[in-house]
């Protein structure tokens, strides 16, 4: 799970310290067909989106692609980036990943589902028959490369982001430096098993679909992974259709892969069809790194066989591909949420009706119309996303409903209902007259900027004196939102995408008071309610999708109910392709192009 | 009509002699400052603009309101379009609005009172620290003023931007110097004091280094005046011309480096108002609203303009020796 346009430290500090997940014994996964999660949160307004794409295509041709921001790491153990991710899953296989239009995991190095034994404590995966690694390493990958891959993560020169979160149950992982980890075996070629310390199958299970999971072979990575960190990325081989281009030796850097410049993959040539459910078109990728997305989108909309690939489109561009390029824009839901982090443990915000008047009087609608209008957000009404499991039993594009919920129903914001809680709060004026001063810090760029200050002056008119200040969004979170003990009131420009569709990825880092950490710390409210951390407890251990929907669904609603924080945006990601691509964007990452589906016309 | 020939004494002990029509009358320094500068049309055309700046500034919500315009924090969504891209110039929004619907006129014409009140506050207080190093650099002489220039050279080798960068973003949540500097203007006043100053110091020093030579300090002296008095009663008085002069260049400097700072986001702080982090607002959208940049920078251009005009022309009419 990442906050949103942050990555790396941030969530990597959150990693460590987690609580995540027991989940039960049976099989099957917690994630789900998006097909389930209700039309109206998915449609997109007419425009093309992943699950109205034709997923054929014609074979062949270069694509070009565009993007402002450098990759930050494409090493399979390490990348944790939605922009790396499109890289990753065209060249690295894990065990499961999902197709373009579903959230679902599709058995990709594994074979078929995995077997969740032992009472959640053992989980079993078979891997495919056939796999190859690209040059220079050529040969077939077994569960050993899989088992190599997981256990590089626990290397401190490669500092996997994640391992701790979904990983740490695996017997002998919390000491785990990077060799062989007791609770990792590999009875034969095709098979391994991970045998826990705890029943949290699950999770672990729902996890192997991140690129954790992907082969890696040791006797090829050791010696890079011996450098300090780790420079296996220069020299990486792939098991996917595509691979970073290189040379003889396996040199990727400097030649697919030119820091800040470009990266080049082309056709992985061991890499067999019939292995893979992916049908790699395009013969080749070729990736422009920097300009300015406003410049890079104006030619990408006039240009024919090119693709931008960015965590979000310039609006400029958007309403442009909109009004003028209609057919040569795809809008992905489920991009993620955006909330206000309201710090629940100190200053006036611990007060919950403080909370649901700043919710009441918000113009989240507003605050949506900033970051582009309709086209490309949903008002949220509570935490679990489109997309997830578990957003229709949260009330879906409404909400939760009750009267309990009065400062929740009015998007476009309501000073009487605030004005209410103002009163139950002790302020009979309806105004704020406690002297404290709100500290907000947000982050800067359009639009988060201008969220910030929709929400900074609403605090205003409710009589709170504010500091207001924007920053770098690397700073806010790393120094600011991020440390409990800074005392930041209000965070306005935080947010989340779950790492896969299960609603504990979204809900229990970012509200049980046991992930609180005094740096890296993502629960950015610093909820700590007994009640919440009590059920996120049971909820773990609740199996099959429906029962954890249901479960985790009736969390987010009391998370709601206290007004935690406040969501104001389910983010919908817009890309822009050239008028001869048949780009295809993805459902379950934030929406960004798979390179393994896009065909050109 | 008589030609006549006047001694008049102009910037301390410069000496010419003018052509003047009319009775013959004695005109003070101030008289015949003016009556050069009033030749000047482009240094008045500047004043005239300065002035009126000024005016627009302070009375900045009674223009607002007379103009029948929003204030300029007042957001209005429903000013965006269905993308929310902001609504280009109109009847009621005569240089549009910005992406939260805030009206641009309004906000330029705030604008003003940031750009002033950075250009003028930070330009006097750089200016008096100027004075009094300057002067006692260059009285005292000696250690003193070895100390002293040398501490000069090094404010003088800080790399400023870089300072203003990091301040602004050290100050940023909570000020520093336990809350001595706040963020936004009065951190940037600070910046811009603590880098300008030496170049007012270093030229009064020289002035000074020559002056306390002059006949008139001696007498001064012989008469028994304290050293505070020959600096500040005797000195002092003479160095008027160069002070103006050199601080109205300073102005539009600082200005510029506040709009700099504003746009690397690290200046004024929105919801305040300021020119420079308008622009820089206005750059990723400048395809769909082309108003939210121009007016705010022509603003900002005709002002600092203006200054440096003025300043020019001052120089002239203080300084008619110093031929540009």
């Known amino acids: ?195 826990l310390s705890e029943p949290k199958g699950q999770i672990v299970a729902d996890a192997l679909v991140l690129p954790l999971s992907a082969p890696v072979p040791k006797e090829y990575a050791e010696k890079f992974d011996k450098n300090k960190p780790s420079n296996y990325a220069a020299y990486e081989v792939a098991t996917g259709p595509y691979m970073l281009k290189n040379n003889a030796e396996g040199k990727v850097l400097g030649i697919g892969y030119i820091p800040g410049k470009s990266a080049t993959l082309v056709r992985n040539p061991n890499w067999s069809a019939s292995t893979d459910y992916r049908p790699a078109y395009l013969n080749e990728i070729q990736v422009k790194i920097g300009g300015t997305s406003t410049v890079l989108g104006r030619q990408v909309l006039e240009g024919t066989n090119i693709v931008q690939n ?38 006036p915000f611990k007060n919950v009706d403080l909370r649901k008047a700043l919710w009441a009087a918000l113009d989240r609608a507003s605050m949506d119309k900033a970051r582009g209008g309709e086209l490309v957000t949903n008002v949220a009404t509570h935490f679990i996303y489109p997309t997830i ?111 896969f569709a299960d609603p504990q990825t979204v809900l229990n880092i970012t509200f049980n008071g046991t992930t609180i950490t005094p740096t890296g710390n993502v629960n950015w409210g610093q909820t700590n309610v007994p009640k919440i951390n009590k059920a996120m407890a049971a909820a773990e251990d609740v199996v099959g999708n429906e029962a954890r929907a249901k479960a985790w669904a009736k969390i987010d609603e009391e998370i709601v109910e206290d007004a935690a924080s406040i969501p104001f945006d389910w983010d919908k990601q817009a890309n822009i392709e050239g008028s001869t691509v048949n780009g295809v964007g993805d459902l379950w990452n934030v929406g960004e192009w798979d390179y393994s589906y896009t065909s050109l016309k | 009509m008589s030609a006549t020939a006047e001694l008049v004494p102009s910037g301390g002990d410069n000496l010419e002699f003018l052509d003047v029509g009319g009775d013959i009358a004695a005109r003070s320094p101030l008289q015949l400052f003016w009556s050069r500068l009033r030749r000047d049309r482009v240094a008045l055309v500047s004043l005239g603009f300065i002035v009126f700046l000024i005016v627009l500034a302070v009375a900045a919500p009674l223009v607002v309101s007379v103009l029948g315009l929003p204030g300029p924090d007042v957001q209005n969504l429903n000013l965006t379009d269905s993308f929310g891209s902001p609504l280009g110039p109109s009847l009621s929004h005569p240089f549009g609005v910005d992406p939260l619907g805030e009206d641009v006129m309004s906000r330029v014409i705030y604008g003003a009172r940031i750009s002033l009140e950075v250009g003028i506050v930070g330009t006097g207080i750089s200016t008096i620290i100027g004075v009094i190093v300057g002067m006692l650099a260059g009285f005292y002489r000696g250690v003193v003023d070895t100390a002293l220039s040398r501490f000069m050279d090094v404010v003088l080798s800080i790399p400023i931007l870089l300072l203003g960068l990091g301040l602004g973003a050290a100050c940023s949540v909570r000020g520093c110097v336990s809350g001595l500097i706040q963020p936004g203007v009065g951190t940037i006043i600070f910046i811009i004091s603590l880098a300008t100053w030496p170049y007012i110091a270093r030229i009064v020093r020289g002035l000074v280094l020559s002056m306390r030579e ?111």
């Open chain 1, 310 to 347: 960015e965590s979000a489109v310039a609006q400029p561009n958007v309403r442009l591909a909109a009004e003028k390029f209609k057919s040569q824009l795809e809008i992905s839901p489920g991009g993620g949420a955006h909330y206000i982090g309201v710090n629940n443990a100190h200053g």
């Open chain 1, 1 to 195: 799970m990442r906050s949103i346009r942050t990555v790396g430290a941030v969530v990597l500090a959150a990693g460590l310290a987690l609580l995540l997940a027991a989940c039960g014994s049976s099989g099957g996964s917690s994630s789900t067909s998006t097909t389930a999660s209700g039309a109206s949160a998915l449609s997109t307004g007419g425009y093309k989106s992943p699950l109205t794409e034709a997923l054929s295509g014609k074979r062949g041709g270069t694509l070009q692609v565009l993007q402002e921001t450098d990759f930050e790491h494409l090493d399979p153990g390490i990348a944790y980036f939605s922009v790396d991710y499109a890289v990753i899953f065209a060249t690295q296989r894990p065990l499961y990943s999902q197709k373009p239009n579903s959230t679902a995991p599709t058995p990709d190095t594994a074979e078929g589902q995995p077997e969740i034994t032992d009472g959640g404590k053992t989980v079993t995966v078979h891997i495919r028959k056939g796999i190859h690694f690209s040059p220079p390493v050529n040969r077939e990958v077994t569960s050993a490369d899989v088992a190599y891959g997981i256990e590089r993560g626990a290397n401190p020169d490669v500092a996997n982001p994640y391992l701790q979160s979904y990983f740490k149950s695996i017997e002998g992982m919390p000491t785990a430096t990077g060799g062989p980890v007791k609770g990792i075996e590999t009875p034969n070629k095709y098979e391994i098993v991970f045998h």
């Open chain 1, 389 to 499: 499991n578990g957003f229709e039993q949260a009330g879906g594009l409404k909400g939760p409903s009750g009267p309990q919920f009065d400062f929740n129903e009015h998007p476009e914001g309501s000073m009487a209902v605030a004005e209410k809680y103002m009163k139950l709060a002790g302020y009979p004026s309806g105004k704020y007259t406690g002297g404290e001063t709100v500290t907000v810090v947000g982050s800067k760029g359009s639009p988060a900027e201008q969220d910030a200050e929709i929400v900074n002056e609403t605090l205003k008119n409710l009589g709170f004196p504010t500091k207001f200040t924007l920053l770098e969004a690397s700073t806010m979170y790393a120094k600011y939102c991020n440390v409990p003990k800074e005392e930041i009131d209000i965070c306005p420009s935080v947010g989340w995408i779950a790492d």
């Open chain 2, 214 to 324: 002059r006949e008139f300090v001696e007498a001064a002296r012989a008469l028994g005046a304290s050293d505070m008095r020959i600096m500040f009663r005797e000195i002092l008085p003479n160095l008027t011309a160069p002070i103006i002069v050199y601080g109205s260049l300073l102005i539009p400097t600082n200005i510029l480096f506040e709009a700099g700072l504003s746009y690397l986001g690290v200046g004024i702080r929105p919801p305040t108002a300021s020119w420079g982090q308008m622009i820089a607002d206005a750059t990723p959208i400048f395809s769909t609203a082309w108003w939210y940049m121009i007016f705010p920078g022509v603003a900002l251009l005709l002002t600092v303009l203006a200054f440096n005009l003025l300043g020019d022309g001052l120089q002239d009419a203080l300084n008619p020796r110093n031929a540009r």
